[in-house]
């Protein structure tokens, strides 16, 4: 199994971003697992990181409602300023939110590969790594 070299977890709910990473650091799939609160601070995190030449996140899961810069906002604002798209980017929208409109814009917009309701498990996650990276998959036979 090869790790992923990074996931990145944006939600303004810290009690979720302990929690997912928990549940990847428990499955032992990345090398680092970094967190943001909001759109805002993710778009400056990925900034800074291809600024200073650093590879992006292979995966991204995000929160839809957040303060400052919400999820859409993000998708959006990392898409226009060519941080989404042009890497190999999973970005999951890991959510509350049960609202079908939501699944069918994340579906219409294409960024997002994927829409999961929270909380993230392992079986989601274990399942997200065999669709996208199943180099960093276990066995779970």
């Known amino acids: 199994m090869k790790k992923l070299k990074t996931i990145l977890l944006i939600d303004d709910y810290e009690a979720d971003n302990f929690i997912h990473r928990l549940v990847i650091d428990r499955y032992g799939c990345a090398e680092q697992v970094d967190s943001v609160g909001n759109g805002q601070q993710a778009l400056d995190y990925l900034q800074a990181r291809k600024a200073a030449g650093k590879p992006l996140p292979e995966m991204i899961f995000l929160d839809i409602n957040m303060p400052i810069m919400d999820g859409w906002e993000f998708l959006q604002a990392a898409t226009d300023a060519g941080m989404l798209g042009a890497e190999c980017i999973v970005v ?50």
């Open 92 to 141: 999951a929208m890991l959510t509350t939110s049960r609202n079908p409109d939501d699944s069918l814009r994340a579906q219409h917009m294409g960024v997002a590969k994927t829409y999961v309701n929270k909380p993230l498990t392992r079986s989601i996650l274990h399942n997200l790594l065999l669709d996208y990276y199943p180099h960093a998959a276990k066995d779970e036979a």
